[in-house]
T-cell receptor, first 116, second 115 residues
C-alpha cells in the first residue's frame, strides 16, 4: 500500500516564525502536492512538483514556498507564518507516466497548523 | 477563474436510504472527474472516478453520472450504511491559465448516515 506520511499531526507556531511541514512517500511517485483544507472551501492547491527540484505554483502559493531535494520528500515552507495560515495541510502523491493527470492521488493524514 | 461547486454542504440520511451529491464545473475542456472520501482523522481517498467519454460508472453501491452538456456530475450512494458517514469531495481536472492541468476540488459534503 502507498504510504504518505506527514511529520506532525498538530503544530502550534507564533506569528512571524518560519515553519517547515514535511511529507514523505514510499512508493517512488514522481508527483507530489500540497493542499490546504478549510471549512467551506474544500482542498486548495498550494504547490506541486512533477520531479526532483521541480516545482510549480498552484492556486494559492502566496506566503508559501516548497522544496523537493529528493524524490520521496516534499517540504512546504511558511517563510513568516501569519494567523490566516492557520489550517489543515494535506500532502499527496501520485505516479507519473502517460496518464499522469488522471492518476489517483494518495493523501497523508494532514497536519493541523495553528498560528497564534 | 475556473472552479467546481458542490452541493449540499451537509446531508443527513437514514440508514438504507440513498444519498446524492451534486457538482458543477466551469471548464468545458475538463475531462476527468474523481470523487474522494475523507473519514475522520484521515486524508481523502479516491472512491470512484469518471472520464468524459462515458455518462455513468458504477461500483457496487456507488455510482457517478456525468452530463457534459450541462457541466455537472453527481455521486449516488445506495443502501447507505453508517460507515458511509464521511466528508465527500468532488473534483475536476481543470486547465489553468498557463495550460497546466490540475485537480480542482469542490467544497465538500459532510454525509451523516443515521442508524
Amino acid at each position: 500500500d502507498v504510504k504518505v506520511t506527514q511529520s506532525s499531526r498538530y503544530l502550534v507556531k507564533r506569528t512571524g516564525e518560519k515553519v517547515f511541514l514535511e511529507c514523505v512517500q514510499d512508493m517512488d511517485h514522481e508527483n507530489m502536492f500540497w493542499y490546504r483544507q478549510d471549512p467551506g472551501l474544500g482542498l486548495r492547491l498550494i504547490y506541486f512538483s512533477y520531479d526532483v527540484k521541480m516545482k510549480e505554483k498552484g492556486d494559492i502559493p502566496e506566503g508559501y514556498s516548497v522544496s523537493r531535494e529528493k524524490k520521496e520528500r516534499f517540504s512546504l515552507i511558511l517563510e513568516s507564518a501569519s494567523t490566516n495560515q492557520t489550517s489543515m495541510y494535506l500532502c499527496a502523491s501520485s505516479p507519473s507516466g502517460q496518464g499522469a493527470p488522471y492518476n489517483e492521488q494518495f493523501f497523508g493524514p494532514g497536519t493541523r497548523l495553528t498560528v497564534l | 477563474g475556473e472552479n467546481v461547486e458542490q452541493h449540499p454542504s451537509t446531508l443527513s440520511v437514514q440508514e438504507g436510504d440513498s444519498a446524492v451529491i451534486k457538482c458543477t464545473y466551469s471548464d468545458s475542456a475538463s475531462n476527468y472527474f474523481p470523487w474522494y472520501k475523507q473519514e475522520l482523522g484521515k486524508g481523502p481517498q479516491l472512491i470512484i472516478d469518471i472520464r468524459s467519454n462515458v455518462g455513468e460508472k458504477k461500483d457496487q453501491r456507488i455510482a457517478v453520472t456525468l452530463n457534459k452538456t450541462a457541466k455537472h456530475f453527481s455521486l449516488h450512494i445506495t443502501e447507505t450504511q453508517p460507515e458511509d458517514s464521511a466528508v465527500y469531495f468532488c473534483a475536476a481536472l481543470l486547465f489553468g491559465d498557463t495550460g497546466r492541468r490540475a485537480l480542482t476540488f469542490g467544497s465538500g459534503t459532510r454525509l451523516q448516515v443515521q442508524p
